[in-house]
């Protein structure tokens, strides 16, 4: 199983980024898809969950501007940030835990800075 997480960068407040994250080794279709993040000195923290049948859960301090998605034909996930803010500024991680094993994979996580 490999991830590989892309999209990150510089923004200013208020700005937007799409990460995207390319799976080889699993179906994004027939796992349930992760994105957390990471800021310096904190806990890596659950951003996004894309389920199975497509349901979507996400951490409140990102409601209603964050969306999780994904392409099965591309075997990718996405995660496109709107009205960014500094607090957001952390590394990105895209990840998947799989049901039968219980094996978790990390991809090697993209940067978003946010600051003006």
């Known amino acids: 199983v490999r991830l590989v997480e892309s999209g990150g960068g510089l923004v200013q407040p208020g700005g937007s980024l799409r990460l995207s994250c390319a799976a080889t080794?699993?179906?994004?279709?027939?796992?349930?898809m992760g994105w957390y993040r990471q800021a310096p000195g904190k806990e890596r923290d659950m951003v996004a969950l894309?389920?199975?049948?497509?349901?979507?859960q996400y951490a409140d301090f990102v409601k209603g501007r964050f969306t999780a998605s994904r392409d099965n034909a591309k075997n990718m996930v996405y995660l496109q940030m709107n009205s960014l803010e500094p607090e957001d500024t952390a590394v990105y991680f895209c990840n998947v835990v799989l049901p039968r094993s219980g094996s978790s994979y990390w991809g090697q996580g993209t940067q978003v800075t946010v600051s003006s």
């Open positions: 894309i389920t199975i049948h497509s349901g979507t």
């Open positions: 080794g699993i179906g994004v279709s027939e796992e349930q």
